[in-house]
């Protein structure tokens, strides 16, 4: 069992950065795959981007590539997105999400543990 919340989310410029942490409990979290996706108001949930359990691999949407990072802290049961130059279309509810599986999955559906999620808006 996995229990995830997010932080760090806010009103923003255009251009400028954030970045969201997750913080997990539970034993397993060290060999979980997490991921970051998001919900804007109207459309489907969409993947962000997702890190393997070890940190090595990562994966990235190609509309948030070379502007986010994702990153994982084992030691400390978290997990944090790096935002930069973000967009008005950025703007949505990003939400955190794990799951014991071997690889990383870019489908909400594949993944057992999410939380509450953070609001993210992005004025232009």
């Known amino acids: 069992q996995v229990q995830l919340v997010e932080s760090g989310g806010g009103l923003v410029q255009a251009g400028g950065s954030l970045t969201l942490s997750c913080a997990a409990s539970?034993?397993?979290?060290?060999?979980?795959?997490m991921g970051w996706f998001r919900q804007a108001p109207g459309k489907e949930r969409e993947f962000v981007a997702g890190i393997s359990w070890s940190g090595v691999n990562t994966y990235y949407a190609d509309y948030v590539k070379g502007r986010f990072t994702i990153a994982r802290d084992n030691a400390k049961n978290m997990v944090y997105l790096q935002m930069n130059s973000l967009k008005a279309e950025d703007t949505a509810v990003y939400y955190c999400?794990?799951?014991?599986?071997?690889?990383?999955?870019?489908?909400?559906?594949?993944?057992?543990?999410w939380g509450q999620g953070t609001a993210v808006t992005v004025s232009s």
């Open positions: 539970g034993r397993t979290f060290s060999s979980s795959v």
């Open positions: 999400a794990a799951d014991r599986r071997v690889a990383v999955a870019t489908r909400s559906k594949e993944y057992a543990y």
